[in-house]
């Protein structure tokens, strides 16, 4: 009896001590306030914005993108360049630890191209990959304009 009851302290402490060691890892980014702009019926783009953070300790790149409901994503970027605003494709988006990142209309943003179909007050599904490593996905809605200001 008491051989078995030490096994059973034994076998307890080793199961709380492999729990331990198997707590989930905090996020290590954190996003909110995504959505896509409603286009037109015919329009062939659309563009998509959020607010991402980096909980991590280690630099995040999003290098790649995807959409459920979209052939293609590209990260770009508006600038004023000789008095005219201009849009132009960015490789990557480089986020150091601590900081954030806004993507907004008028800076950096999604280019969502070839929709399926953009029913207004429907959810897009958004992947974020750093290099083939998916790190975040989010389930944005499509709306005229930001439904959050």
């Known amino acids: 009896m008491r051989l ?3 096994l059973l302290a034994v076998t307890v402490a080793l199961s709380l001590v ?7 890892e905090a996020a290590p980014i954190s996003i909110e306030k995504g959505w896509v702009r409603a286009a037109p019926p015919g329009a ?3 563009a998509g914005y959020f607010e991402i953070v980096n909980r991590s300790d280690a630099t995040i790149e999003i290098t ?3 959409a459920d409901q979209f ?3 590209e990260i770009h970027e ?3 360049v000789d008095g005219q605003m201009k849009m132009r494709p960015v490789a990557a988006l480089r986020i150091e630890p ?3 990142l806004s993507l907004a209309p008028g800076g950096k943003h999604l280019m969502l191209f070839e929709p399926a179909e953009m029913p207004e007050d ?3 599904t958004i992947t974020l990959y750093d290099g083939d490593r998916p790190i975040a996905e989010l389930d944005v809605p499509i709306a005229r304009s930001n439904p959050y200001e």
């Open 64 to 66: 790649r993108v995807t």
């Open 44 to 46: 062939m783009a659309s």
């Open 4 to 6: 078995k009851n030490i």
């Open 71 to 73: 052939a293609r994503v």
């Open 122 to 124: 429907s959810d897009v």
């Open 18 to 24: 492999l729990l331990s060691a198997c707590k989930p």
């Open 98 to 100: 601590g900081q954030g």
């Open 78 to 80: 508006t600038s004023m």
